[in-house]
């Protein structure tokens, strides 16, 4: 099952940091200071876990209500428990991944802007300044 926002975070810290998630793991991992981009990945990290947990919990919830299963005490317990899990994923993704994608909105770097000519003046001849 595709991960999207995570996805999309990771296409948006390589493209802010100009290298692939593999090279920014490792460059983090040599480094024993916080930085920006060790956060990014935390969060990042976090958005991929919960987004894992959501898979699992769905797979284990269609399956405790399969058709013709029998829904008990025990059962509607787990249905419970499962759609709780869910909920507290889904809620931990959307907020790790709207804080990671606002830092790197306000990291992103416009390319700079072409230089705009200087207008120029018309230089003073010699009888121009005679004149005044």
């Known amino acids: 099952m595709p991960h999207p926002v995570s996805d999309q975070l990771t ?4 493209a802010l940091f100009g290298r692939s ?5 490792a460059h983090t991992a040599t480094t024993d200071r916080p930085t920006m981009l060790a956060a990014l990945l935390d969060a990042l990290a976090t ?3 919960a ?3 959501i898979e699992f919990q769905r797979e284990r919830l269609l399956q405790l209500a399969s058709p013709g299963r029998d829904i008990g005490p025990a059962a509607a317990g787990h249905l419970l428990d499962c759609s709780r899990r869910i909920a507290e ?3 931990t993704r959307d907020a790790q991944a709207r804080l990671a994608t606002a830092v790197i909105q306000s ?3 416009p390319a700079a802007p072409a230089a705009t000519p200087v207008a120029q ?4 001849t010699a009888a121009t300044v005679r004149a005044h």
């Open 11 to 14: 296409e948006g810290i390589e």
């Open 89 to 91: 994923s889904v809620a």
């Open 47 to 49: 958005v991929e876990l």
């Open 121 to 124: 003046t018309p230089a003073l």
């Open 21 to 25: 998630r593999a090279d920014l793991d």
């Open 51 to 53: 987004e894992k947990n």
């Open 107 to 109: 990291l992103y770097r």
